[in-house]
């Protein structure tokens, strides 16, 4: 299903809220996905179709709901929602979204804490459904969190759009019918096999040492580097897996280093993240790094690390790099910094999450204002059909499609300078 060709990278798109939203994906009403009643006779066409909604859509006000760490060892992820949550208020004190039908609505964006705990996430998404009757979810985030409530989705019929996850078991649930779970992050087996061959390319001979959780996330990016190098002459020479209870990676860290790889496939995410490098530098392990997208935030998890601790790192590119002070007078990224300027109290401009967070709003936005109608099949027919939608932050347009759910078709490949980010030359493109 997916493949990568390599491409120049040479675009400065202009930016724009909201592309052509074609269509894509064909849905019949709500009729067998959970127990939405009242939109299951609503008419297709004409204002009738706009009369009997979904859970969460009003005259009024459209209810999204989140799940995420506000707490716990992930916490800085928790940006993610709260810049979701600063985004639609501005636009609800400006009057609100204003829909296909005419109406103006206000979107609420209704947040809960799970401290990156999967059985939280499946307490917290019931209390959104059931209690809040959350028109959909976006923005939920992790792996474990994304699948473990895509049963209950389904069974509900409520959209889990833009996930903080780019697991390829998303591509597992949409393989007999679209499902209603879609991924904000690159898919995960895309970036390992756009790093794959860029190390094949760019350091041959090259002895690997991984580091990862251990989960199911961490076991599929090892098997999928593993399956990536066969055949080449790069080779997995040592591996070891965290828990996301550990204290700290420095063992592990220390046991990867011993193996003599020059080659460090550093996939913790968050603080653990800083800890590796951190390790890393004090060990004197001269290794070029090689960091997952989670991780690649300079302002909190590389800089912290310490001088010279993450220089050199490589990593994918998929947004424009926020830390980046000579994009200033790009139309996106200007606006980006003045949106974050005038939320001083919930927004940082040189964070990563928050930046995450104000993509997903932007895609958010796109699909509620593609709507043709007011249930959720509606809604999921329209963030499955995107055509070349511009985001602030994105240097390419989104293309969605209903048997590829995640947002980011095209890689590069960037390489950490100390201070910001530079980007090579090539580019990945799914395929």
């Not at 792996?143 to 069974?155: C, R």
């Not at 690159?186 to 794959?196: D, I, M, T, W």
């Not at 800083?274 to 909190?300: C, H, R, Y």
């Amino acid at each position: 299903m997916m493949s990568t060709l390599r491409s120049t990278r040479n675009r400065a798109l202009p930016i724009a809220l909201v592309g052509t939203l074609a269509a894509g994906l064909i849905l019949s009403g709500c009729a067998g996905r959970g127990d939405d009643a009242t939109a299951d006779t609503a008419p297709a066409d004409g204002a009738a179709a706009w009369a009997a909604c979904s859970p969460g859509f009003t005259d009024t006000t459209v209810t999204i709901g989140t799940s995420i760490p506000l707490s716990g060892p992930a916490a800085t992820y928790g940006a993610i929602a709260q810049t979701m949550k600063a985004y639609f208020d501005d636009i609800n004190a400006a009057g609100g979204l204003e829909f296909a039908d005419g109406n103006k609505r206000e979107v609420t964006i209704e947040i809960i804490d799970d401290g990156y705990d999967p059985a939280k996430t499946a307490t917290n998404v019931r209390t959104l459904v059931e209690q809040s009757e959350v028109f959909a979810l976006a923005g939920v985030l992790g792996t474990g969190a994304a699948i473990s409530v895509a049963p209950y989705v389904e069974e509900q019929g409520v959209p889990n759009l833009f996930t903080g996850t780019g697991s390829d078991a998303i591509l597992t649930l949409h393989d007999e019918q679209p499902s209603l779970t879609t991924g904000f992050m690159p898919q995960y087996g895309f970036e390992v096999k756009a790093l794959s061959e860029y190390l094949i390319e760019n350091h041959p001979g090259a002895k690997a040492a991984i580091l990862y959780q251990n989960d199911d996330f961490g076991e599929s990016i090892r098997a999928g580097f593993e399956t990536a190098f066969e055949g080449t002459d790069i080779e997995i020479v040592a591996a070891e897996p965290y828990e996301l209870t550990s204290a700290t990676v420095d063992s592990q860290v220390t046991n990867l280093a011993a193996s003599g790889a020059d080659v460090f496939l550093n996939w913790a995410v968050g603080a653990f993240a800083t800890q590796s490098l951190k390790k890393k530098l004090e060990l004197g392990w001269d290794a070029t790094t090689v960091i997952n997208a989670p991780a690649a935030d300079a302002t909190f998890f590389l800089k912290p690390a310490g001088p010279g601790a993450a220089d050199g790192v490589v990593s994918i590119a998929y947004t424009k790099d926020i830390t980046d002070a000579s994009l200033a007078g790009d139309a996106g990224f200007d606006a980006w910094t003045e949106f974050a300027a005038a939320h001083p109290d919930e927004v940082n401009a040189l964070s990563a999450p928050a930046a995450a967070g104000y993509q997903t709003a932007q895609l958010l936005e796109a699909a509620l204002l593609g709507l043709e109608d007011c249930t959720r099949e509606a809604l999921l027919e329209s963030a499955s059909s995107f055509d070349a939608v511009e985001l602030d932050l994105s240097p390419v347009g989104i293309t969605t499609t209903a048997d590829y759910p995640f947002a980011f078709r095209e890689l590069g490949i960037q390489i950490f300078n100390g201070d910001n980010w530079d980007l090579t030359e090539d580019t990945y493109t799914v395929g």
